[in-house]
C-alpha cells in the first residue's frame, strides 16, 4: 500500500491553516489519498478555534516584534510556531486505523513518531495524555480531531526552539516571564539541536520520522504533491482565512477573562494561583501556580496546570485526584486536595463579586 507524503515548506500561518483544512476536507471527500505532511511557520502565534486574540496573546508584542496572529481550524489553547519546529501532519481515513478511539490511535501513532526521532540518536519516548519526552523533557506536543471519517493529527518537533519567546506571546501573569520562571520553563523542554550538539539537517530528520510511520502502518512512502481539487480546496480555504473576519472571529475582551488570585498555607508551603475564569460557563481557562513549594518532579505544576486548561470547575476535584494518581510525585507535606482548595478560594472571589 502507498501513502503520499508532500513538504510544503515555510509558510505563513494563514496558508498553513488554509492547507489543514484543505486536506482535511479533501481526505473526508476521498479526493486525496492518506498522506503526510511535513511543514514550517514564519513566526506566528495560533489561537484554538474558539479563543478570543485580546485574551490569549499579548498582541503588543506580537505587533512589535513581527509575530503573525492567526486562528487555527481546531479547538485547543494559543501556541507560538516559528521556523525552529518542525511540524508533521497524518490525514488518515478511519479504515487505516481500525479504530476512532483517540487515546488508541494517539499512543500508535506517538510511539511510532518516537521511534522516528530517537532513530536521530536520542532516546525519545511517548509520555501520555500527548507528549513525546527525551529523559522527562518535552520535544513534541501533538494533537488531532476527526471530520467525520478522516483523521488530521499533527505534531510539532522542537529543533531549536526558545520557550522565552513563547512565554512573551501568550497573556500570561507576569511573575511568569521573571528570570527564574523563564529559567524553569527551559528545564522542562529540550530541543533536538542541544541533544545532538548541532542542527541536523531536516532531510534527515523527516526520513527517520517517514520510516517510522511507513513501518508502523505496513505502507510505502511516494512523494507528492497536491492534486487538483485540493488545490481547489486550498484557494477557497486561504480566501476565507487570511482575513481580519477569521482571526477576529471570536472577540472577547480582556474584561470578559477576570485574573483571580488566591494564597494558602498549607503543611507543604504557601500556594499561591492565578486563575482566568470565564464566569458564565464555569470554566477554568487558565492556571498558574506559584508560591514557596517544592514538587518533584518539577514539571508537575506545569503539567497540572496543561490539565487544567480550558476545563470545568465543577471536574476540579476529579481531574486534580486523577492527575496525581498517574503519577509519582514527591511533595513535602502538600497534598493534592491542596491545589484544589487554593482554585477555589480564588473561584470564590469571582462569585462575590456584583
Not at 9 to 19: F, H, W
Not at 210 to 229: I, K, P, R, Y
Amino acid at each position: 500500500m502507498q501513502w503520499r507524503v508532500i513538504d510544503t515548506g515555510v509558510r505563513r500561518a494563514a496558508e498553513n491553516m488554509a492547507l489543514n483544512r484543505a486536506l482535511l476536507e479533501a481526505r473526508q471527500a476521498d479526493e486525496s489519498p492518506s498522506t503526510l505532511r511535513f511543514l514550517r511557520f514564519t513566526p506566528c502565534a495560533l489561537l484554538g478555534f474558539h479563543q478570543s486574540a485580546e485574551q490569549e496573546l499579548n498582541l503588543e508584542y506580537c505587533a512589535a516584534h513581527g509575530v503573525d496572529v492567526q486562528r487555527r481550524i481546531t479547538g485547543g489553547g494559543a501556541i507560538y510556531f516559528d521556523e525552529t519546529q518542525l511540524g508533521w501532519e497524518l490525514y488518515l481515513h478511519k479504515r487505516d486505523l481500525g479504530t476512532a478511539d483517540m487515546t488508541v490511535i494517539t499512543r500508535r501513532i506517538c510511539e511510532a513518531a518516537a521511534r522516528g526521532i530517537s532513530a536521530l540518536g536520542v532516546n525519545a519516548v511517548f509520555r501520555p495524555r500527548n507528549d513525546i519526552e527525551v529523559d522527562g523533557r518535552k520535544i513534541s506536543g501533538t494533537g488531532g480531531a476527526f471530520d467525520g471519517d478522516a483523521l488530521m493529527y499533527q505534531g510539532t518537533l522542537l529543533i531549536q526552539f526558545d520557550v522565552e519567546k513563547m512565554l512573551r506571546v501568550l497573556r500570561i501573569p507576569a511573575e511568569k516571564l521573571a528570570d527564574k520562571a523563564i529559567a524553569s520553563a527551559r528545564e522542562r523542554v529540550i530541543n533536538l539541536a542541544d541533544l545532538l550538539g548541532s542542527v541536523p539537517a531536516l532531510d534527515t530528520v523527516q526520513q527517520c520520522i517517514m520510516q517510522a510511520f511507513a513501518e508502523e502502518f505496513g505502507v510505502d512512502f511516494v512523494h507528492g504533491a497536491l492534486n487538483a481539487a485540493e488545490e481547489r480546496r486550498y484557494q477557497e480555504a486561504l480566501a476565507e482565512i487570511d482575513t481580519p473576519d477569521w482571526v477576529d472571529l471570536v472577540q472577547k475582551p480582556l474584561s470578559d477573562r477576570p485574573l483571580l488570585e488566591a494564597a494558602q498555607k498549607f503543611a507543604g508551603g504557601l500556594l499561591r494561583v492565578r486563575v482566568a475564569y470565564d464566569k458564565p460557563s464555569e470554566r477554568l481557562k487558565q492556571v498558574w501556580f506559584t508560591g514557596d513549594v517544592f514538587l518533584q518532579p518539577k514539571r508537575t505544576l506545569a503539567d497540572l496546570e496543561a490539565l487544567l486548561r480550558d476545563s470545568l470547575l465543577e471536574r476540579l476535584d476529579e481531574n486534580i485526584a486523577a492527575f496525581f494518581a498517574e503519577r509519582q510525585v514527591d511533595m513535602l507535606g502538600l497534598a493534592p486536595a491542596d491545589f484544589a482548595t487554593v482554585i477555589k478560594a480564588a473561584v470564590a472571589t469571582a462569585r462575590e463579586q456584583v
